[in-house]
């Protein structure tokens, strides 16, 4: 492999320490296991801790639509939570009971170039399906730039620079993946599957962890959620929100996951008048994550119909904020 010869050029990755280098970094790699998606998608990804008490930076995906299991490389499995997620990096913080555990530092800057030498540690194809460490890959940085891409006919929200990588990082389960430089240190997040606009050609690229460090951050000192509240109370039908009173019609509900899409906008109503259309994805309410549409109608169970409803939607590759007044 090409990769491997470039890789063995450099003094630091020695076939001694690129094994000691590459288990280290495994060590803070987990495998991911939620719902999975329709038509077969896989029901796994990856995930890197980023603190010694249990929490988790992946990629905010319908892997994620229920609370997901958390498989660390000593074998362990516990249930997670999802504390929050930002939808325009498309990143999600999950946590778990666990602690003193080894997690990498996300620093502030990233300093990898065009040919460094890095491997990705990955679930990728749930290969390692025990107690095996993730996958390793070895490449290098093939180049920095803006992502410019989408997945099926939806464009990715994220538009900031990425890093291509000279390796075949772009498959199922391998999205939340960890990129490693040759010090050891994290220099990017593995994305989702995604082609280039142009080209419509697969890109393996990760988000760099730089970009990802602030929110990372916010999110795990509770300056950032998107979980409800514990024991929300129900209102009565006739005083809470729902589609009716929003003015919209959601598609065809057909699974527990089916994801908050919008298929019509009622003429006059209050999603019109907020500026919502067909074909937008609702992923906050009054700033609590949306995981379905089911859990969206429950969720507007819980809201007076006569407060405003502040939204935070997808629509293309543009994340908005929109207040619904009634």
């Known amino acids: 492999m090409a990769q491997v010869s470039q890789l063995a050029q450099v003094p630091q990755l020695a076939q001694g320490s690129l094994g000691v280098w590459s288990r280290d970094a495994q060590r803070r790699v987990v495998k991911v296991y939620g719902a999975g998606g329709l038509k077969g998608l896989e029901a796994y990804q990856s995930g890197f801790l980023v603190s010694p008490d249990g929490h988790i930076a992946t990629a905010w995906s319908y892997v994620l639509d229920v609370e997901p299991i958390v498989q660390l490389d000593d074998g362990r499995r516990f249930e997670s939570k999802i504390v929050g997620f930002e939808p325009s990096l498309e990143l999600a913080v999950l946590k778990i009971e666990a602690s003193e555990l080894p997690y990498f530092k996300v620093e502030s800057e990233t300093s990898v170039q065009w040919g460094d030498p890095v491997i990705a ?5 749930n290969i390692a399906t025990g107690d095996e460490p993730a996958s390793v890959m ?9 992502l410019d891409a989408r997945r099926g006919t939806f464009k990715t929200p994220y538009q900031g620079d990425v890093l291509i990588l000279d390796l075949i990082a772009n498959n199922p389960g391998a999205a939340g993946g960890a990129v490693v430089d040759a010090d050891g ?3 990017g997040m593995l994305g989702k599957e995604l082609r280039d606009s142009a080209t419509g050609v697969w890109l393996n690229y990760a988000m760099p962890a730089a970009s990802l460090r602030s929110t990372i951050g916010d999110i795990i000192a509770g300056r950032r959620t998107s979980a409800p ?6 209102l009565e039908r006739g005083k809470s929100h729902d589609f009716v009173t929003m003015g919209v019609v959601m ?7 089916t994801p908050a899409f919008i298929d019509e ?10 500026g919502l259309r067909p074909d937008d994805l609702i992923l ?4 609590t994550r949306v995981e379905s549409q089911r859990g969206l109608l429950r969720w507007l169970r819980t809201i007076d119909r006569r407060d405003d409803l502040n939204l935070t939607v997808q629509r293309d ?8 007044r009634p």
């Open 284 to 287: 906050l309410v009054n700033g």
């Open 317 to 324: 590759s543009e994340i908005l904020n929109l207040v619904l």
């Open 121 to 125: 540690i990955s679930n990728l194809f």
């Open 185 to 187: 240190q994290l220099v």
């Open 251 to 257: 598609v065809p509900d057909v699974l527990e996951t």
């Open 229 to 234: 509240p514990e024991k929300t109370p129900i």
């Open 265 to 274: 906008v009622r003429e006059t109503s209050a999603a019109a008048r907020a």
């Open 138 to 146: 070895q490449g290098s940085v093939a180049s920095v730039t803006q």
